[in-house]
């Protein structure tokens, strides 16, 4: 995605494509990454109506550090490049001003598409799955997080499984020698 782009989708709405349950693709609009971004801080503690909890739930401090830090870097950045462009004051003008002015096109590039991918990993974050087999590489079946949480050490992420224990992981044709390795030790 080269930066134009990347600024349209993260400053502007903009198309997507979807893919249905059945498999048919559709062109929709969507609002800008930064919108989402919003209405995810928000969105946790706006609860209301008939049974709702009247304690508003915490924020979602996660989403509203990734704001703040683009907010913060998107200013400094348009201090630094383009002091005297014009904006309204939003993030959004503020990153139109800096992206349309710099001349590091390819540093501004990586900025505001990593920016994009974070967004996109918060508010669609990847299915985790976890493989209920001892690891064929360390023999782990279970492993304890920092917060003391028992897991399965085997995780399938976007076509990656990873061993929390050993950290090996496997992708492509290897995921076939993972299976082979599991079903050899479920039969013995």
Known sequence: MDL??????LTRPHKTTITRDSGAREYVSEDSLLDQLRGEISSSGNRSGVGANRYK????????????????????????????????GTIESIIQAWAAATTRNEAAERIVSKWCEQIHALINPPKKIEIN??????GNRHTMNE??????????????????????????????NLRDAISYSHAS
């Open 4 to 9: 134009s782009q990347a600024v349209h989708e």
């Open 147 to 176: 917060a003391g949480d028992i897991n399965l050490a085997l995780v399938a992420t976007n076509g990656v499984v990873r061993c929390s224990a050993c950290l090996t992981e496997w992708t492509g044709a290897q995921l076939w």
């Open 133 to 138: 087999a001892p690891c064929p590489q360390c």
């Open 57 to 88: 739930v915490p924020l979602a401090l996660d989403v509203l550090d990734l704001y703040q830090s683009i907010a913060r870097t998107a200013q400094d950045l348009k201090a630094a490049e383009a002091p005297h462009a014009k904006t309204t």
